[in-house]
């Protein structure tokens, strides 16, 4: 504090003594900025000290909280204790700064409001500071390491609760906000304790945040819990659950009363040739595919590719290619390696395995896709155009597996409690599970010609938010469209050609991430 003779200080405080606030002594410089100074932890007296010092430089300094002040100082506070005192005084919703007094200080020198810095801001956490971890994650999935090993599973499986319900409610914007929180958490090294450990970390928005601190401080989330018991949520789940319904056919037959499988039967609704396959195998399609199980369809698949085309490739595509223990499918990429001898190829495979009985039920779409016509644009980043067959597959069980069939197959307790126990007369199409000797196994088989086979495992590969991100990282950061077809670069005006995806991963200017890194 400097020193100022006797005579001028009392004239001072006499002076500031006599206004209510600065604008009676000197009209005040800056209207824009009206300041109210916190006495806690100030003080009363350096309070009226700097008050008074503020209006003489032509602040305009309040004496009294209001809505409208624009700047409130403090003096060693935390910017949280500032945050309750300010709701104390129902300001919380006002758009104030919460400066350190160090900015009032600085701009009592330079004579205006000095430009605001990070310094100026209250700190965040008085206490434990030292002692909170905080993450520190790189804004794409693509740029990420997601191993199957997560340490905060019952905050990933909240998040990715309200992703499901969103993408089933055809709302798939706020899907992917919850996908893209979920999988930030999934790098997390260690279980979060705060939200303060997740400060500045990409992708949590205020929705995802909000679910967060509630888990963390209840245990779960009022919102995960009440989402999972509403009847449309759980309806929906029964009724996508069945091959061949999406979203959009759920949501209409629920709005004509049908929420469970039972009401679709009685409602007489004409189904497709896949939803009629799909409700005959509704509960082994629901039943999670086992590695052991995977790779024996696997072999399967080989065999009938090798005994058509004896040099063709097949390769385990999707979550099992990433190393997840089960799926809800199985996921096939077929090539060759002369280019063009793949064609016709698929269909050969199918009368295979249809005539030694092991197609339950198949549909084949063509390759559609042709580079010259398609244009760098499309197809739509999300689409592709291979030639591909949706199945479902017999699988035969040894005995070892049949001894171990579940008696009651059921997928989880949504089905459980929106479908009661599955007897014979609900079922009429079904024989039990334990009584058969084989499953039913959704398989998905995509033929790739080998120019475009990187492309297609890259794509195939997934996980689908990390293909997600791949496209968006490719289109923002590089100015490039990746699709699971090619690579086409914007600014040099031309296709980028990879026989592998490490060299797709180099052309994106991105690290090498191998698939059992890319469960995001
Ligand atoms: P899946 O839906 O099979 O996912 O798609 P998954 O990761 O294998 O998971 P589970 O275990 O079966 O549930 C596998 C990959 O194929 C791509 C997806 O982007 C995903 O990366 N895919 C799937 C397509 O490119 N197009 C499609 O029409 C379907
Ligand atoms: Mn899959």
């Known amino acids: 504090m400097m020193l100022v003779p006797l005579k001028r200080r009392k004239l001072v405080l006499s002076k500031g003594n006599t206004g209510v606030d600065g604008g009676d002594i000197v009209a005040a410089k800056f209207?824009?900025?009206?300041?109210?100074?916190?006495?806690?932890?100030?003080?009363?007296?350096?309070?009226?000290?700097?008050?008074?010092?503020g209006r003489r430089k032509g602040f305009q300094v309040e004496e009294q909280f209001s809505k409208k002040v624009t700047h409130v100082i403090c003096e060693n506070n935390c910017a949280e204790d500032v945050r309750t005192w300010l709701a104390s005084q129902g300001g919380e919703q006002a758009e104030v700064h919460l400066l350190d007094i160090s900015w009032y200080t600085?701009?009592?020198?330079?004579?205006?409001?000095?430009?605001?810095?990070?310094?100026?801001?209250?700190?965040?956490?008085?206490?434990?500071?030292?002692?909170?971890?905080?993450?520190?994650?790189?804004?794409?999935?693509?740029?990420?390491r997601t191993t199957l090993e997560n340490h905060n599973t019952t905050l990933t499986d909240a998040l990715s609760l309200l992703a499901e319900n969103a993408e089933l409610s055809d709302e798939d914007g706020r899907?992917?906000?919850?996908?893209?929180?979920?999988?930030?958490?999934?790098?997390?090294?260690?279980?979060?304790?705060?939200?303060?450990?997740?400060?500045?970390?990409?992708?949590?928005?205020?929705?995802s945040l909000r679910v967060i601190k509630d888990v963390l401080e209840n245990g779960s989330s009022s919102e995960v819990e009440s989402t999972k018991g509403s009847e449309q949520y759980k309806a929906l789940k029964v009724l996508t659950g069945i091959f061949g319904v999406g979203a959009k056919t759920a949501?209409?037959?629920?709005?004509?009363?049908?929420?469970?499988?039972?009401?679709?039967?009685?409602?007489?609704?004409?189904?497709?040739?896949a939803q009629r396959a799909g409700l005959e195998h509704y509960d082994d399609i629901n039943q999670p595919v086992s590695k052991t199980e995977a790779?024996?369809?696997?072999?399967?698949?080989?065999?009938?590719?090798?005994?058509?085309?004896?040099?063709?490739?097949?390769?385990?595509?999707?979550?099992?290619?990433?190393?997840?223990p089960s799926g809800h499918d199985v996921d096939f990429l077929i090539t060759h390696p002369e280019e063009g001898r793949e064609v016709g190829l698929l269909p050969k495979v199918l009368s295979w395995l249809q005539?030694?009985?092991?197609?339950?039920?198949?549909?084949?779409?063509?390759n559609s896709y042709l580079e010259s016509k398609e244009g760098p644009g499309r197809p739509p980043s999300s689409m592709d155009r291979f030639e591909r067959c949706l199945s479902i597959f017999k699988l035969l069980r040894t005995e070892k597996q049949a001894a171990e069939a579940p008696q009651d197959v059921m997928v989880n307790d949504v089905q459980a409690e929106g479908e009661q126990k599955s007897d014979e007369s609900s079922r009429p199409e079904q024989t039990a599970a334990a009584d058969r000797r084989w499953r039913a196994v959704r398989v998905d088989l995509v033929v790739s010609p080998i120019s475009q086979f990187a492309f297609a495992l890259l794509g195939w590969t997934g996980s689908k938010l990390f293909e997600r991100e791949l496209r968006r990282w490719a289109g923002y950061e590089k100015s490039m469209c990746l699709s699971s077809h090619a690579l086409y670069d914007n600014n040099q005006r031309r296709y980028l050609r990879a026989s592998s995806e490490e060299e797709i991963f180099a052309h994106l200017g991105l690290e090498y991430i191998p698939p059992s890194e890319r469960n995001a």
């Open 251 to 273: 949501d209409r037959w629920i709005r004509e009363g049908i929420h469970d499988l039972r009401q679709l039967r009685d409602s007489g609704h004409a189904l497709n040739r």
């Open 295 to 324: 790779a024996a369809i696997e072999e399967l698949v080989k065999k009938a590719v090798a005994s058509v085309l004896p040099r063709a490739q097949v390769v385990m595509t999707g979550g099992f290619r990433r190393g997840k």
């Open 175 to 207: 899907g992917v906000a919850f996908r893209r929180a979920a999988a930030v958490l999934k790098v997390l090294p260690s279980a979060v304790k705060s939200t303060s450990q997740l400060t500045g970390l990409p992708c949590l928005g205020g929705h």
């Open 106 to 144: 600085e701009s009592m020198r330079a004579g205006h409001p000095v430009h605001m810095l990070d310094r100026h801001e209250l700190q965040e956490l008085q206490v434990d500071k030292s002692e909170v971890v905080v993450f520190s994650v790189p804004a794409y999935a693509c740029q990420r």
């Open 355 to 366: 005539s030694k009985g092991f197609l339950l039920y198949q549909k084949t779409t063509r």
């Open 31 to 53: 209207p824009q900025v009206v300041l109210f100074l916190l006495e806690r932890k100030m003080g009363a007296s350096r309070r009226t000290f700097l008050s008074q010092l």
